[in-house]
């Protein structure tokens, strides 16, 4: 059995900074917490709580010490609110979420309305719409787009692990709803790459497994990107792995989330090269 690991997969730049500054950060006494899970990885979750960084939900659930802001990063209102109450206010907010803030706050500033291409739900996108203000619409599928009314401005801004492909579509569809648009592509490469580095290794492999958080976005993209090839299996942690997958087969490729940590790929391919 073959077991090939794609090109790009694993922790981004933007986790390992927030990871890196969350450490540096730890208080064994409980008083330093991050604003909602570092990243969308329970183990990694769990593993930070062990060396001193608790997990708030809200600021209310603190009442001193440091507050840190995850990768997706968070609206202009949670700063001013951990000020006003007396926190330490440390920022991990991955510096291409950054952009994609600034981005909207200036098409706003602009007096532009703002679609933010991106999934309604996600804490980045929530952040976004935050920093662009009230002129704002959030859109998903390019049939959401093409019920935007029409707007004498618009600027567009998207999510940082949108798909690429779809946010042409998405804009394609939007082409006709101002005579003056602009457009901010915040996609960032880690995506694109781990995205196109999946595809591949999809065709040449029997099956793919795809390590990451069950919550988090850009690993069930990457197993939904895969599932379009081959076999595909969305897995957290090695011992999900089972023997009946792999029969009669002579490839297993291996991919994983943006918010996988090193230690559980490995565990996942040296349990595949068992097999
Ligand atoms: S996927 Fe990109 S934008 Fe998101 S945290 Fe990683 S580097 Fe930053």
Redesign the pocket.
């Known amino acids: 059995m073959e077991v090939i690991l794609a090109d790009y997969l694993g922790f ?4 390992k900074r ?1 990871i890196k500054i969350a450490r540096e950060n730890a208080a064994p006494d409980g008083s330093a917490c991050t604003l909602g899970p570092i990243i969308h990885n329970p183990q990694m979750v769990e593993r930070l709580k062990e060396e001193g960084v608790g997990t708030i939900s809200s600021l209310d659930d603190m009442k001193r010490g440091r507050v840190i802001i995850r ?1 997706h990063g968070v609206g202009p209102e949670t700063y001013a609110r951990a000020e006003a109450m007396g926190l330490e206010c440390v920022d991990a907010t ?4 950054k952009k994609a803030q600034l981005s909207a706050k200036e098409l706003a500033e602009e007096g532009r309305f703002v679609v933010i291409v991106g999934e309604k739900e996600h804490p980045e996108v929530q952040s976004i719409v935050q920093w662009a203000g009230g002129s704002v619409a959030v859109v998903e599928t390019a049939a959401e787009a093409a019920a935007v009314l029409s707007v004498p401005k618009l600027g567009i801004v998207s999510q ?2 949108f798909s690429g492909r779809r946010f042409r579509e998405i804009v394609s569809a939007l082409l006709d709803k101002s005579r003056d648009i602009r457009v901010m592509r915040t996609i ?1 490469t ?2 694109d790459q781990r995205q196109h580095a999946a595809r591949e290794l999809a065709s040449k492999v029997d099956v793919m497994i795809v390590i990451g958080g069950k919550n988090s976005a ?1 690993t069930t993209r990457l197993a939904q990107l895969c599932a379009k090839t081959c076999r595909t299996y969305h897995i957290e942690t090695a011992e999900e792995l089972q023997l009946a997958w792999f029969d009669n087969i002579e490839k297993i490729g291996i991919t994983a989330g ?1 918010s996988t940590p090193d230690w559980i790929i490995k565990e996942v391919y040296k349990k595949c090269q068992r097999i």
């Open positions: 981004c730049y933007g986790v927030a990768s991955c510096p291409h979420v940082t692990t960032c880690a995506t850009n943006a």
